[in-house]
Structures are given as structure tokens and as C-alpha cells.
Nanobody, 122 residues
């Protein structure tokens, strides 16, 4: 049974940094690409960042230069380093896994975590 568990969310102030973790189990971690998505109230779920098996990563324009996606294949973990957080980054953040290349498309990912709340106060 595949499980993705996000952690590291919380309440921070604008300008702060936060690192989210996604721990995967039940899959061959090195064969998967992973993505981060977020869902804010009243908005659709949107792509944040993604990383492939070979550490190639990319991010959405809205977070480029502030958010970085990384992975540790020895720990079956994937991370989202978030810097210079702003109130508009407030959302539930989800990690997702795909047995192929990384993508910004929601439907590309087969497995999803339950999400972790990030709240940024002004």
C-alpha cells in the first residue's frame, strides 16, 4: 500500500521560511517523480514544484526563486524548502507521486498525501 505523508506545515509570519517533508512508503522511491501542489480556499489546486528521479526539478513561476524541491533517496523523503513566505502562500500543501517524469499536471500523479496546512500571517 502506497502512502505519502506530509509534515512540517504550520503558522509563520511573512518573510519566514519553512520546510515541508513528504515521506513515501510502499513504492520504489527512486523510480518515482514527485510533485508539490497547494490548494487555497476559494481557488483551484495549483502546481508548486516537482522533482524527477535524477534530481531535475522545476517550480511554478509564482514560487520560482523562493521555493526549492529536493529529495533524499536514502530516506524515501522529498522536501519543499519555502523562503520569503507571503500571505498568498497560505494553503494546504500536498505531495504527489508519479511513476515517470515530473510534471505540473495534477492528473499526471497517481498517489497523493493528505496534505499539510501552511498559514502565513502578514
Amino acid at each position: 500500500q502506497v502512502q505519502l505523508v506530509e509534515s512540517g506545515g504550520g503558522l509563520v509570519q511573512a518573510g519566514d521560511s519553512l520546510t515541508l517533508s513528504c515521506t513515501a512508503s510502499g513504492l520504489s522511491f527512486t523510480m518515482y517523480a514527485f510533485g508539490w501542489f497547494r490548494h487555497a480556499p476559494g481557488k483551484e489546486r495549483e502546481f508548486v514544484a516537482a522533482i524527477g528521479w535524477n534530481d531535475n526539478s522545476f517550480a511554478a513561476d509564482s514560487v520560482k526563486g523562493r521555493f526549492t524541491c529536493s529529495r533524499d533517496n536514502t530516506k524515501n523523503k522529498m522536501y519543499l524548502q519555502m523562503n520569503s513566505l507571503a500571505p498568498e502562500d497560505t494553503a494546504i500543501y500536498y505531495c504527489a507521486a508519479a511513476l515517470s517524469y515530473p510534471s505540473e499536471v495534477t492528473g499526471h500523479y497517481r498517489y497523493w498525501g493528505q496534505g499539510t496546512q501552511v498559514t502565513v500571517s502578514s
